[in-house]
């Protein structure tokens, strides 16, 4: 595999309430591609913890945010969505190209100001460094979030 393909941006090794906003600011990013499971919440869990809904809420305020999902389930990710007021796209099938291009394309932004967050490298950061944007590997939540 082409090395290049995994070469992470940003590796945190923090959970995505932990990461600074103010850091991804002076970073030039506007706008956040979002993973959903592992990321926000917990695999196997519909709640999402009051600390990741709190850092969605400030990240609301500085950046354009977007969940971006490999998940098939149309009523889960939609209802995350809901929940956190931010726009979506599920079956997303990471590392292909399409769908995150197709959130790309939608936000109009500047691609330079673009960063996919996620806890994978073979799904978030192979399709960020497929598409040009920035990628930043946080850690997976545990079962409690």
Do not use: Q
């Amino acid at each position: 595999m082409n090395s290049s393909l995994t070469k992470i941006y940003w590796d945190t090794n923090l959970p995505i309430y932990k990461v600074s906003h103010s850091k991804l600011s002076e970073r030039g990013i506007t706008c956040l591609l979002i993973d959903v499971d592992g990321t926000l919440l917990s695999r196997n869990s519909s709640i999402i913890p009051v600390k990741v809904k709190d850092w969605i809420i400030k990240a609301k305020e500085i950046f354009d945010l977007y969940l971006i999902s490999n998940n098939p389930s149309e009523k889960r990710i939609y209802k995350i969505g809901k929940e956190l007021g931010i726009k979506y796209k599920c079956r997303a099938v990471k590392p292909r190209i399409k769908k995150t291009l197709e959130v790309i394309n939608i936000l109009n932004k500047d691609k330079n100001n673009i960063a996919i967050i996620g806890d994978r490298i073979f799904t978030d950061v192979i399709v960020g460094n497929r598409c040009k944007i920035k990628t930043i590997l946080i850690k997976r939540l545990n079962k409690k979030g």
